[in-house]
T-cell receptor, first 115, second 111 residues
Framework: NAGVTQTPKFQVLKTGQSMTLQCAQD?????MYWYRQDPGMGLRLIYY???????DKGEVPNGYNVSRLNKREFSLRLESAAPSQTSVYFC??????????????FGSGTRLTVV | RKEVEQDPGPFNVPEGATVAFNCTYS??????FFWYRQDCRKEPKLLMS???SGNEDGRFTAQLNRASQYISLLIRDSKLSDSATYLC????????????FGQGTTLQVKP
């Protein structure tokens, strides 16, 4: 059982380049999330998808777009990367409405550096 | 005021020590609470949920004080392997499953 799989694990981009971070879960979870983690800032929510077919902005959505491709997959796109987007990105999932039961399952993260 | 606040530490303790972390939250209507553990350069993993009655899992005890809006984590008989960052996590009153994470408290257990 793979859980939550993120690709790539590492990426270096030049300012202005675009890329898509992929996330897939095999636990039949309804809700999926993208967080970024920066030193001293903790985890901050970028976008989330409460259920298939819906997406909503989180705390720090500027510069990002998302696609909930199907129930399993939730991708995060940087259209024009900026150095401020250098961070560790985590995808997470949970059964909708019962995050209070078991919390999230996280992917292993993508370390992105924008130069 | 941040929604979830933790002392970032680091807490440096010897093996075998007892250590406690506190965390405060701002939304009194928050529904559920967790402690996550994050090892260096790894993803966060659920350590334990926190219930009003308090709960214990081996050497770990979590407590919730709704009146004062704080939760705590007590670790007894610290092991070297307990060295990690502990994230306080709150489920606010919404139906979207969005969790709010504290910035974490770093624990370093020394031999």
């Amino acid at each position: 059982n793979a859980g939550v799989t993120q690709t790539p694990k590492f990426q270096v981009l030049k300012t202005g380049q675009s890329m898509t971070l992929q996330c897939a879960q095999d636990m039949n979870h309804n809700s999926m999330y993208w967080y970024r983690q920066d030193p001293g800032m903790g985890l901050r929510l970028i976008y989330y998808s409460a259920s298939e077919g819906t997406t909503d902005k989180g705390e720090v959505p500027n510069g990002y777009n998302v696609s909930r491709l199907n129930k399993r997959e939730f991708s995060l796109r940087l259209e024009s990367a900026a150095p401020s987007q250098t961070s560790v990105y985590f995808c997470a999932s949970t059964l909708w409405g019962i995050a209070g039961e078991g919390g999230y399952t996280f992917g292993s993260g993508t370390r992105l550096t924008v130069v | 005021r941040k929604e979830v606040e933790q002392d970032p530490g680091p807490f440096n303790v010897p093996e075998g020590a007892t250590v406690a972390f506190n965390c405060t939250y701002s939304n009194s209507a928050s529904q559920s609470f967790f402690w996550y553990r994050q090892d260096c350069r790894k993803e966060p993993k659920l350590l334990m949920s926190v219930y009003s009655s308090g709960n214990e899992d081996g050497r770990f005890t979590a407590q919730l004080n709704r009146a004062s809006q704080y939760i705590s984590l007590l670790i007894r008989d610290s092991k070297l392997s307990d060295s990690a960052t502990y994230l306080c996590v709150v489920n606010p009153p919404s139906n979207t499953g969005k969790l709010i994470f504290g910035q974490g408290t770093t624990l370093q257990v020394k031999p």
